[in-house]
């Protein structure tokens, strides 16, 4: 089996000196390739650890290659895709989370996209790095495309067993989803629940739009904290800003 790749190591580095890390997400299908290069600019003198590409629906490969090799030009941080489907495979990137969809019940979602993508991530040479995906709460679009039923918040337990189950099928990270724009961020007790289950180290995303929501979101377990929407507001600079000094002050 390989060892860890350049980019996880990278994160797991970050992770333990910094506590926790922030990775901006931005979607392909709603930003144009310079609005792209002036997010991941600001969200690099922010502070942020990496960037996410990767949405929900469908966008062109060629815009989304495009947008990629863009931000890999403007920052010198890795850019990890974070596919919806083998569309969302970019030669350009360095490295994908390659992930299951742990709450599906498609059969697709859980393996079969992983299986036509994988010839296709090893031909671009892209660093894999194995991801459990659980929707929770309204779940969002990713929800309804994933065909999840998403773990309702007030189940903690039920979305810890699928992250331990996630753990001893070989997934090094953990993702709770609550949906892109989510009305509320995954509550702080899901969140602790499922850090004091699983040993994987466990991404946060959806609905957080505050550093006092980030700050919550760390101080209960969470290592990474993902923020997308937030990222595509006009004052986007100053938001990233304040949701990475929220989540240093939780470091001892």
Known sequence: MSMLGH???YLLEKIKADGSIHMTLIDPEKVTVSQ???IA????????????IGGSTFVSQEHLDNVVKAIKETVKIPTILFPNNITGISRHADAIWFMSLLNSVDP????GAQILGAPLVKKYGLEPIPMGYIIVGDGGT???VGKAIAV???????AAAHALAGQYLGMRFIYLEGGSGAKTPVPTEMIRTVKNFSEAYLIVGGGIKTKEQAL????????IIVTGNVVE??????KIAEIINGIKRTQP
Do not use: C, R, W
């Open 216 to 223: 919550a979101a760390t101080s209960a377990g969470a290592d």
């Open 41 to 52: 600019e600001n969200a690099k003198t922010s502070g942020t650890a990496a960037m996410m």
């Open 152 to 158: 309702p918040y007030d189940k903690p337990e039920l």
């Open 7 to 9: 980019v996880e190591k």
């Open 108 to 111: 697709y979602f859980l393996v």
């Open 36 to 38: 792209a290069t002036t």
């Open 233 to 238: 507001s006009t004052d986007s600079k100053q």
């Open 142 to 144: 990713a929800g309804i």
